[in-house]
């Protein structure tokens, strides 16, 4: 069989390669940019099809975790009826950035053959691990996947809490801080996040409160992001 395969492939190669003696040029011309069309079109579709919710949760590893986290979060359900997929915070909205972010992705489908988390305990073994990588790639690209929908020049922080506005106004307008620094427990559950530094830290108003947060390895933390997220909604 494989044989047999082998040598249809190689027939079909000589027949392609081979310079034509019977049809135009522009006949072959216009059969290359149909070809071409239709390529695309078949790419594309497919990579659609895999920038969708319903594939993210198609694996047990996420539908079963993470996705029962962010169904609880103002990101899933609020007063607009705006929701935020999957795809929406975890994949560039740039088609070339998320190509990349795609080939990057190939790894998580070694680690899904391979069981790396497939069960809660592995999961939650591994969850500061994944949460570092994810935190790291919006950290380099500046959150550009919060900033598809959050503008900071469209803030109006007359309707945020005090300390959401000043937070923001201090470190997000002036770009000293991005996104993911303060909001990492926004759509899903925090890891033990000893030795993990709130990135607003250096607010005055906060000065008090650093030895208590060093001397407890930051479990205030998600108390205090608590305080943050209803400045989104």
Known sequence: MIARLRTLLVGFWHVVSRPSAYLPLGFLTLGGFVCGVVFWGGFNTALELTNTEKFCISCHEMRDNVYQELTQTIHFSNRSGVRASCPDCHVPHNWTDKIARKMQASKEVWGKIFGTIATREKFLGM?????????????????LECRNCHSAAAMDFTKQTRRAADIHSRFLVTREKTCIDCHKGIAHQLPDMTGIEPGWKEAPELQGRQSWLHGHGGADLTAILAELRPSLD
């Open 127 to 143: 969850r500061l691990e994944l949460a570092k990588h994810e935190w790291a790639r919006l950290k380099a690209n500046d959150s």
